[in-house]
């Protein structure tokens, strides 16, 4: 069965850290890019962070500087790193991954998805 199931989302005050983490089954990340995505109420899914298959990190310019993408192919896991988080931070996040070894930002680029997991950040 292929899945993609997110965890450590919650509830942070501004200024906090969380950290989530990707866990695939069924399919591979290591030779795809992977990344990041999140929805907020009465908003478009959006690009956050993604890493391609040689672990080039790209991301969003409202995460520039904040968070950081890894991959651990050992563990076939994803994780992002969020520091200095802001209320505006706040959203469903997704991982998925894509069919291609260096995929765009664009979520039409992305195969397969999780199921999400909630980061809710408090002023």
């Known amino acids: 069965q292929v899945q993609l199931v997110e965890s450590g989302g919650g509830l942070v005050q501004a200024g906090g850290s969380l950290r989530l983490s990707c866990a695939a089954s069924?399919?591979?990340?290591?030779?795809?890019?992977t990344g990041w995505f999140r929805q907020a109420p009465g908003k478009e899914r959006e690009f956050v962070a993604r890493i391609s298959s040689y672990g080039s990190t790209y991301y969003s310019d409202s995460v520039k500087g904040r968070f950081t993408i890894s991959r651990d192919n050992a563990k076939n896991t994803l994780a992002l790193q969020m520091n200095s988080l802001k209320p505006e931070d706040t959203a469903v996040y997704y991982c998925?991954?894509?069919?291609?070894?260096?995929?765009?930002?664009?979520?039409?680029?992305?195969?397969?998805w999780g199921q999400g997991t909630q980061v809710t950040v408090s002023s």
């Open positions: 069924g399919l591979t990340l290591s030779s795809y890019a």
């Open positions: 998925a991954r894509s069919m291609s070894s260096s995929a765009s930002p664009r979520v039409t680029d992305y195969n397969y």
